[in-house]
């Protein structure tokens, strides 16, 4: 790990006073460090320029935001599926605002991610549920595009995780094996599943699928003490309720 303050202050002893110089810089920069928690040049660069060093939980929170805008526009969904994060951690009032300060923090692609990822890489579950929680994200608007894909792969190998482990995370979430064909026997099953008819409103068929999404989420699930068995009957359930609710969003033609 690069500790900034203690190479600038012993490149600058150095420079000043020889070998003890050296060593009375870097003390004095390790003593910076320690301070003010730098773990990267990175961070150093976001002291100076006023950004606030991001704790783990605002740290997912600008993930999610970033991914959101990746693509060009955040959509309802991608607020949608940041608020189930926030309910799924039982965040608190004060911790949602940071959690939401975070996520539109995110979306100006500004921060420097990859000292926070290397220092998470030390605690591989807590890698794991951020890499998890992102493919939920590039799955909230039912498609991922290469620049999600992109930065999931490079936030990945920043937390030690091959691209062939991160990938695999993605088949948990990730609703590529339809199980409703686009016909009109699966539009009306699309419609059964959700419990609305041909005649709903958009934003009556949107409240019916985000109801039951957050009754059948498997984080709310697990949450609750449920078995593994029961906690992947909640995936497949999420998964049915996507491909439903994708495929009348694209049969009605609207976001």
């Not at 000292?115 to 493919?135: D, I, K, N, T």
Request: a positive charge; aromatic letters at 6%; hydrophobic letters at 40%.
């Amino acid at each position: 790990m690069l500790w900034p303050g203690t190479l600038i202050g012993a490149g600058a002893g150095f420079a000043i006073a020889s070998i003890p110089g050296a060593m009375l810089g870097a003390l004095l920069g390790q003593a910076l460090d320690r301070r003010l928690q730098l773990q990267s040049l990175g961070h150093l660069r976001e002291r100076l320029g006023g950004r606030p060093m991001l704790r783990n939980d605002e740290l997912l929170f600008v993930l999610l935001g970033r991914l959101a805008k990746s693509d060009g526009r955040v959509v309802d969904g991608h607020i949608y599926q940041a608020r189930q994060e926030m309910r799924a951690l039982e965040m608190s009032e004060s911790a949602q605002k940071r959690a939401i300060a975070a996520f539109n923090r995110g979306k100006s692609g500004h921060d420097r991610l990859r000292g926070y990822l290397r220092r998470l890489s030390a605690q591989p579950h807590a890698a794991e549920g951020v890499l998890r929680a992102c493919w939920r994200m590039v799955w909230a608007d039912g498609r991922a595009a290469s620049a999600e894909r992109e930065l999931i792969a490079q936030w990945g190998k920043w937390l030690g995780w091959t691209p062939e482990q991160v990938q695999a995370l993605a088949s948990d979430y990730e609703p590529h094996k339809r199980t409703l064909p686009n016909s009109a026997a699966a539009y009306q099953e699309a419609m059964r599943v959700l419990g609305v008819s041909a005649t709903s409103e958009p934003s009556q068929i949107k409240r019916a699928y985000r109801r039951l999404l957050s009754r059948h989420h498997p984080d709310k699930i697990a949450g609750t003490g449920a078995t593994p068995s029961q906690v992947r009957e909640a995936t497949d359930k999420t998964r049915e309720l996507h491909n439903a609710y994708t495929l009348i969003r694209e049969r009605r033609d609207f976001r």
